[in-house]
């Protein structure tokens, strides 16, 4: 769907040009997508799940592409 990949590269500018997100890999099989998400910290996390725009996008995104998501959120260990 045209429309879900601009809305896609809209938001993932957005999450990685203003809410620091760090990396995203992505990898769409069978109708079906996983993306996992770098993030410094959880501040960062928490403002971007709570950003306006990203929240309309998966309201909508449930109606329109996907019945279900799923979040998963780990602690990357970087050695000093």
Request: charged share 30%.
């Amino acid at each position: 769907d045209p429309q879900y990949y601009e809305k896609a590269k809209t938001l993932r500018q957005k999450a990685f040009g203003r809410k620091n997100g760090q990396k995203l890999e992505s990898n769409r099989e069978n109708c079906q997508e996983t993306a996992v998400s770098y993030w410094l910290n959880l501040k960062y996390i928490r403002s971007w799940k709570s950003d306006p725009e990203h929240c309309l996008a998966l309201e909508c995104g449930h109606v329109k592409w996907c019945k279900s998501t799923f979040v998963e959120i780990c602690q990357a260990m970087i050695p000093a």
